[in-house]
């Protein structure tokens, strides 16, 4: 009976075609877009679409935590899957605050950054699971050894 080998995806590179798992390409195609979208959001709200002050406000700078992601995620890296779905929950607590409390236009945005991170957060999950069960799978195996 031969050990299943733990993928190399799960140490944070790409699966390919001789991994036992597979990745979930529209689920990590999701993650892309609601990123990018997360990113457009922010960076279009606090400049031009409803800033804190006229003419903008230095909180365009929230979206570049999201920008350092941007590569890992393009790359479908685990670990970057992991940290981003991580530091998005701040932009969904931001999303429901200001959605709550803000008034008009911006509340609507508010609103829409918590849609934005939620759908992130649930494709950066749905590609990651997979990866993370082989490898408790393999760990258990390798300890029952």
């Not at 733990?6 to 979930?24: E, F, H, I």
């Not at 911006?106 to 999950?125: D, K, N, P």
Request: glycine share 8%.
């Amino acid at each position: 009976m031969s050990t299943p080998r733990v993928p190399a995806s799960s140490t944070g590179n790409q699966s390919t075609a001789a991994d036992p798992v597979a990745g979930n390409a529209t689920a990590a195609l999701g993650a892309n877009a609601a990123l990018i979208a997360l990113i457009v959001l922010c960076v279009a709200w606090e400049w031009w679409l409803a800033p804190l002050r006229p003419g903008g406000s230095a909180l365009v700078l929230k979206a570049l935590p999201l920008l350092c992601a941007v590569p890992g995620v393009w790359r479908r890296r685990l670990y970057t899957l992991q940290w981003a779905s991580m530091l998005v929950l701040l932009y969904f607590a931001e999303g429901i605050v200001r959605g709550m409390s803000d008034p008009g236009f911006s509340a609507r945005l508010g609103w829409l950054e918590v849609g934005l991170s939620l759908i992130f957060f649930v494709c950066a999950l749905v590609y990651v699971a997979p990866f993370k069960r082989a490898a408790r799978r393999a760990k258990k195996t390798a300890q029952a050894s």
